[in-house]
């Protein structure tokens, strides 16, 4: 990495002035705190590394960070990310590897980049021909001030998430999805060829992705023989024969999954098959458009602690 006269003045300055606190015995917080996220994203994960600033009073974007100017995206070394996985960053392609995330800041419109060079003090020896990765995304309003920069990911689901950036009265939110379908299928039907065939775990896969549901009750099938005593089995078992369209299954299933609950005084399996059996019930009742439904008994959690 090249080194400019001003990067050795400022490394200079740092270490001059931590050595003098370091050998007189002081220790002080770092003006801007360290952050490491680790974020779980499809098979992968997603890390992040920054150091947090503080407004102090300051004017932020448009004074101390000045507007269609590369900013490190926080404090001291450049804002550093990693995937472990391919992942779509609006959209867009990016390879596994860590990379400094850099951003230009604007009143309508910020920019967000993705520079190759991941290991860099501040932004000074930014090159915009190591970036990777532009895009554009709106700034939004904070009502309440936020004091201390901050990156978080929110909005998490098995295959996206939002990485929100804020500081001030302004936030940016960009949008981060993997692939993971062809990974897990080709998993799953590896385990299967195994002893240890994962029946429910494929069969939930299944019927979340909008697979085969015949395949995915087969295999409810064969987990409900080898344990045929076992709530949480009846309850998937019950949601795949709802989604296929045999609601007297369905209800029968979640009423045997209720019972067995019942028996273990478990509450939770109590709740989750009762909730699948209202709603085969519903179901019925609409599609007999206000015909007789089969009633069948089910329980309170009061009911349960009674007996």
């Given at each position: 990495?090249?080194?400019?006269?001003?990067?050795?003045?400022?490394?200079?300055?740092?270490?001059?002035?931590?050595?003098?606190?370091?050998?007189?015995?002081?220790?002080?917080?770092?003006?801007?705190?360290?952050?490491?996220?680790?974020?779980?994203?499809?098979?992968?994960?997603?890390?992040?590394?920054?150091?947090?600033?503080?407004?102090?009073?300051?004017?932020?974007?448009?004074?101390?960070?000045?507007?269609?100017?590369?900013?490190?995206?926080?404090?001291?070394?450049?804002?550093?990310?990693?995937?472990?996985?391919?992942?779509?960053?609006?959209?867009?392609?990016?390879?596994?590897?860590?990379?400094?995330?850099?951003?230009?800041?604007?009143?309508?419109?910020?920019?967000?980049?993705?520079?190759?060079?991941?290991?860099?003090?501040?932004?000074?020896?930014?090159?915009?021909?190591?970036?990777?990765l532009r895009i554009k995304v709106k700034p939004m309003k904070v009502k309440d001030k936020v004091e201390t920069f901050a990156m978080?990911?929110?909005?998490?689901?098995?295959?996206?998430?939002?990485?929100?950036?804020?500081?001030?009265?302004?936030?940016?939110?960009?949008?981060?999805?993997?692939?993971?379908?062809?990974?897990?299928?080709?998993?799953?039907?590896?385990?299967?060829?195994?002893?240890?065939?994962?029946?429910?775990?494929?069969?939930?896969?299944?019927?979340?992705?909008?697979?085969?549901?015949?395949?995915?009750?087969?295999?409810?099938?064969?987990?409900?023989?080898?344990?045929?005593?076992?709530?949480?089995?009846?309850?998937?078992?019950?949601?795949?024969?709802?989604?296929?369209?045999?609601?007297?299954?369905?209800?029968?299933?979640?009423?045997?999954?209720?019972?067995?609950?019942?028996?273990?005084?478990?509450?939770?399996?109590?709740?989750?098959?009762?909730?699948?059996?209202?709603?085969?019930?519903?179901?019925?009742?609409?599609?007999?458009?206000?015909?007789?439904?089969?009633?069948?008994?089910?329980?309170?959690?009061?009911?349960?602690?009674?007996?």
């Open positions: 990495m090249k080194i400019t006269i001003k990067g050795i003045v400022l490394l200079f300055v740092a270490l001059g002035m931590q050595g003098q606190l370091n050998a007189q015995g002081v220790k002080l917080p770092q003006a801007s705190s360290g952050q490491t996220l680790i974020q779980d994203l499809g098979l992968g994960k997603v890390t992040l590394v920054y150091s947090r600033p503080n407004v102090k009073g300051r004017k932020i974007f448009g004074g101390l960070e000045p507007y269609n100017k590369v900013w490190r995206t926080g404090a001291n070394s450049a804002t550093v990310i990693k995937f472990t996985d391919a992942v779509k960053i609006e959209g867009q392609d990016v390879p596994a590897g860590e990379y400094g995330l850099f951003t230009i800041p604007n009143k309508t419109e910020w920019t967000v980049i993705l520079n190759k060079t991941s290991k860099q003090w501040g932004a000074y020896e930014y090159k915009e021909a190591d970036d990777i978080q990911f929110t909005n998490v689901l098995p295959t996206s998430a939002q990485l929100h950036i804020m500081w001030e009265n302004t936030a940016i939110a960009v949008n981060i999805t993997t692939s993971i379908d062809e990974q897990v299928m080709a998993s799953i039907d590896a385990a299967m060829k195994t002893d240890k065939k994962p029946y429910v775990g494929a069969a939930q896969y299944y019927l979340d992705n909008g697979k085969d549901l015949a395949t995915a009750l087969g295999w409810m099938n064969e987990a409900e023989k080898a344990n045929p005593k076992v709530p949480y089995i009846k309850l998937w078992k019950a949601k795949i024969q709802l989604k296929m369209g045999d609601i007297a299954g369905a209800l029968v299933t979640a009423q045997a999954g209720v019972d067995l609950a019942v028996a273990n005084k478990d509450d939770e399996y109590i709740r989750l098959n009762t909730q699948v059996l209202e709603d085969a019930k519903r179901q019925a009742k609409s599609k007999s458009n206000g015909g007789v439904v089969t009633r069948t008994k089910t329980f309170t959690t009061t009911e349960v602690r009674r007996n």
